[in-house]
């Protein structure tokens, strides 16, 4: 382990709770006067170095060929913090549920647009992978289209022509070595996210590599998080590639630990990205941890380091899924952002599962990707509540589609001022408890680096009538605040399938458009696992284009993916 993850500096201690303006949030400083323990929002620093960096030419990579795609079936592991019995009882027990919270409006008839562009994606099997489940990783802009999933990286013109030489597996795409001496014939990576810097022209991804955790291999265990930006604005060139070790060995934390679930968002200045950490067997969660980077060294191709937090802890239990922002504003807010709802561990008062949740959790980063860094976050307690959500429907499979928990599963978006995020909750719609979308924008207070308060612009739900589900919402904002949301859809009587609705600032609050049908299913999916998040991209404000994909049924039952376009 290298010297400087042995260093450790206490940044945030707790603080008092006290109130800001009518949503009542809790916020927690540096050297507060006053702590109350277990009350406020608290982490600790840490750093990472890059284990590796190098550079990887796109066009010299050889595309993946069928025979590297079909290898055995590969089921990436779901980490609840609950065995799989437990998780299974859970989710029954949300079907049920008399705490989930109710909404019997109407759905809105407003006007979304038709889409200018839409093409089919990546497909499991053939020449992508034998894998499941395809988390969606999007980055457009106005002239390429760069798609990942569970494990290739393909790149389309913006008319859905696939470029010569793609998909490349995810090993090749990053300059991965296969681990040596424990059989293995690839490395073990999962969980892609991707972006578009429409400020300084790059492409973005970035992906989890685990090895001797979670029950993958039989490797070494290895937790890296590799990360790449692109050297120009074309995608089908050359790449910085960079590694950060995730296991730290300070005091109070878990050198054996392994992350689950990529985040990654960026500013102006840093890109950020967090991870889940759960213990080497996988069975037990123990903390997130978050790191920033400064976006011009890596786009420079020098040595890094990251600068980052662990052991985020708010109303006295640890959280999970520290989403960073994915930051599409011209300018500010002065500080990294990062956002996250109450999960594995509750809220402190409530478990989100038998006993709904409410409040989410919004970080600041002062001065992020520096050794200066520090982190300050506030409590926004009066939210809508929010609750596990049953498994999804589908023809002839009840309960029988992934819905996950309440973590806010897509990134969240940061523009106009406002954070907009979207996470899955268990909703009663008069008849039944449905897998529904809770969304809503968050507007943050930020003071020489430090966030002060936060509060809720707006929220609301998107859900259906009977048994149908809403899951797996992912939303972005254009220059001018107008919102995108794409997610997936199912019941006893609709395939899975990809839909998609806007709003306008000038909309009525909490409101969206007339949901649109991207792709409809025809056949029900043979996939025990569907999805752990959706994609949404924004080409920049002189295109003012925004991208989205999900996954949906092929005709063998398996999934394949698709991409749309909007223009509003």
Request: one cysteine or more; glycine letters at 10%.
């Amino acid at each position: 382990m290298p010297a400087s993850h042995r260093k450790y500096v206490v940044v945030l201690v707790a603080a008092a709770a006290m109130l800001i303006n009518t949503l009542g949030a809790s916020t927690a400083f540096a050297h507060a006067a006053h702590p109350a323990a277990g009350a406020a929002p608290s982490a600790r620093s840490v750093t990472a170095p890059a284990v590796t960096m190098h550079t990887v030419n796109m066009r010299q990579v050889a595309a993946q060929t069928p025979s590297q795609a079909a290898q055995p079936v590969r089921t990436l592991p779901l980490l609840t913090g609950l065995s799989a019995a437990a998780y299974a009882q859970r989710k029954a027990a949300a079907a049920r549920t008399l705490n989930a919270p109710a909404d019997l409006s109407a759905t809105s008839g407003l006007y979304t647009p038709a889409t200018l562009a839409k093409f089919n994606g990546m497909a499991d099997g053939g020449a992508v992978c034998n894998c499941q489940p395809p988390d969606q990783a999007l980055a457009a802009s106005s002239s390429w289209v760069f798609q990942g999933v569970n494990t290739a990286f393909a790149v389309y013109n913006t008319t859905g022509v696939r470029q010569s030489g793609w998909p490349k597996p995810a090993p090749s795409f990053f300059g991965v070595p296969t681990p040596s001496g424990c059989g293995v014939t690839a490395p073990f990576l999962s969980d892609p996210r991707a972006f578009y810097d429409p400020t300084d022209g790059r492409f973005w991804a970035a992906m989890l590599e685990v090895e001797g955790a979670f029950g993958v291999n039989n490797c070494p265990e290895r937790t890296y998080y590799w990360v790449a930006v692109s050297q120009t604005n074309n995608p089908n060139g050359t790449w910085n590639v960079y590694a950060f070790n995730m296991a730290i060995n300070v005091s109070g934390s878990c050198a054996t630990c392994a992350a689950d679930y990529t985040q990654f968002g960026f500013d102006q200045t840093a890109i950020y990205f967090s991870g889940n950490m759960f213990t080497q067997s996988g069975s037990a969660y123990d903390y997130a941890e978050t790191y920033s980077v400064l976006k011009s060294a890596m786009e420079s191709g020098t040595a890094v380091t990251a600068y980052g937090f662990f052991g985020f802890k708010a109303n006295g239990v640890f959280v999970d899924t520290v989403q960073p922002v994915e930051n599409e504003a011209s300018s500010g807010p002065g500080a990294g952002l990062l956002i996250n709802s109450f999960n594995i561990n509750g809220n402190g008062s409530a478990n989100c599962a038998s006993t709904a949740c409410k409040g989410l959790v919004v970080w600041a980063i002062a001065n992020p990707g520096t050794a200066s860094a520090s982190l300050t976050g506030v409590i926004i307690t009066n939210t809508t509540t929010y609750i596990a959500p049953p498994q999804a429907d589908q023809p002839g499979h009840p309960a029988s589609v992934e819905t996950l928990d309440t973590r806010i599963s897509g990134t969240p978006v940061y523009q106009q001022g406002l954070i907009s995020f979207a996470l899955e909750t268990g909703l009663n719609n008069g008849t039944h408890v449905v897998p529904a979308i809770f969304w809503g924008q968050v507007k943050p207070t930020i003071s020489g680096g430090a966030i002060t308060g936060a509060s809720v612009f707006q929220s609301g739900s998107v859900h259906f009538t009977g048994d149908r589900a809403a899951s797996f919402g992912a939303l972005m904002a254009t220059s001018t605040g107008n919102l995108l949301m794409v997610f997936d859809t199912m019941s006893s009587t609709i395939f899975p399938s990809i839909m998609y609705t806007t709003r306008l600032t000038t909309d009525k609050a909490g409101t969206f458009g007339a949901k649109v049908f991207l792709k409809k299913g025809t056949v029900a999916t043979v996939d025990t696992r569907w999805g752990d998040y959706e994609a949404a991209s924004y080409d920049g404000a002189t295109g003012d284009n925004t991208w989205f994909s999900s996954q949906y049924p092929a005709a063998s039952g398996d999934w394949a993916t698709y991409i749309g376009k909007v223009h509003f």
